[in-house]
């Protein structure tokens, strides 16, 4: 049984800093891990997407040159290292895993953990 635990979110003003982690456990190889985050009244977004090699990274427009995506393999945490953070950025992020990235970024047979409320404030 996939589990997926994020942690790490929290308040915190514009310009700051973040990690977020998920706990990953009972998920087959191969799978493509990454990080989503939905507002009030919009879409849940692909924030960050990493292949199972590590090989392959996705990241929103909106995010990249600001977040990093990163995994330590031998404790099964998935990372999510958020810089500049600016009010927009103010969402609940969830962790997900998918038998490819391909699968992740178009939310198709996500595994999905409860996510972590991540507030900016300006």
């Known amino acids: 049984q996939v589990q997926l635990v994020e942690s790490g979110g929290g308040s915190v003003q514009a310009g700051g800093s973040l990690r977020l982690s998920c706990a990953a456990s009972?998920?087959?190889?191969?799978?493509?891990m990454g990080w989503f985050r939905q507002a009030p009244g919009k879409e849940r977004e692909a924030v960050a997407s990493?292949?199972?090699?590590?090989?392959?990274?996705y990241y929103g427009d909106s995010v990249k040159g600001r977040f990093t995506i990163s995994q330590d393999s031998p404790k099964n945490t998935l990372y999510l290292q958020m810089n500049s953070l600016n009010y927009d950025d103010t969402a609940m992020y969830y962790c997900a895993a998918a038998p490819s990235c391909l699968d992740l970024i178009r939310k198709r047979r996500n595994y999905w953990g409860q996510g972590t409320q991540v507030t900016v404030s300006s």
């Open positions: 990493r292949s199972s090699a590590g090989g392959i990274t």
């Open positions: 009972g998920y087959p190889s191969g799978y493509c």
